[in-house]
């Protein structure tokens, strides 16, 4: 079965750093590109990026470019969505997301999420 | 890039039609045949219900159906049932890897 599954939530304080995880089963994992989805609080879905593991090609949307990392390591089939300084707005939800069985464009598997909570 | 427009919310009786409009540009939906629908429940995470415009993942109920002009898509559930309130999302392909989602409509079974 193929599946992305995630790390689990995250309580930090404004300032700190932070790296959640998505661990891909079931699939050639560096042969798939896996992107990341943000879902702040009751509110809809927004693209970040993606990240190709078989040669760490990373495309950031422009709204993100620069305010997270994406990176990913191939030896342990996982993906890394990365903060070095948080702010109380990146409180969200957060999913990683494959493009596997029906096209190359759309994300038919997800993982079940991380919450990310940025509170002093 | 701005997220594709769509309705907040959209209702319907069981066993009527309803249909979700998806706008964008020429640089998205009007670009590319890589139009997506997803489903989600509250709680959950989203499900892939139509790709490439028109196409149904397996397992997804006929009653689902995608279609595109010019620059904007549209999902229409027909023969509503209760299980298919949510919120759906559109999608698009923007090139270069890159993609954008719509703002969401509440769909309602009344």
Known sequence: ?120 | QSALTQPPSASGSPGQSVTISCTGTSSDVGGYNYVSWYQQHPGKAPKLMIYEVSKRPSGVPDRFSGSKSGNTASLTVSGLQAEDEADYYCSSYTGSNNYVFGTGTKVTVL
């Open chain 1, 1 to 120: 079965e193929v599946q992305l599954v995630q790390s689990g939530a995250e309580v930090k304080k404004p300032g700190e750093s932070l790296k959640i995880s998505c661990k891909g089963s079931g699939y050639s994992f560096i042969s798939y590109w896996i992107g990341w989805v943000r879902q702040m609080p009751g509110k809809g879905l927004e693209w970040m990026g993606i990240i190709y593991p078989g040669d760490s090609d990373t495309r950031y949307s422009p709204s993100f470019q620069g305010q997270v990392t994406i990176s990913v390591d191939k030896s342990i089939s996982t993906a890394y969505l990365q903060w070095s300084s948080l702010k109380a707005s990146d409180t969200a939800n957060y999913y990683c997301v494959l493009a596997y069985s029906y096209s190359s464009r759309a994300f038919d598997i997800w993982g079940q999420g991380t919450m990310v909570t940025v509170s002093s």
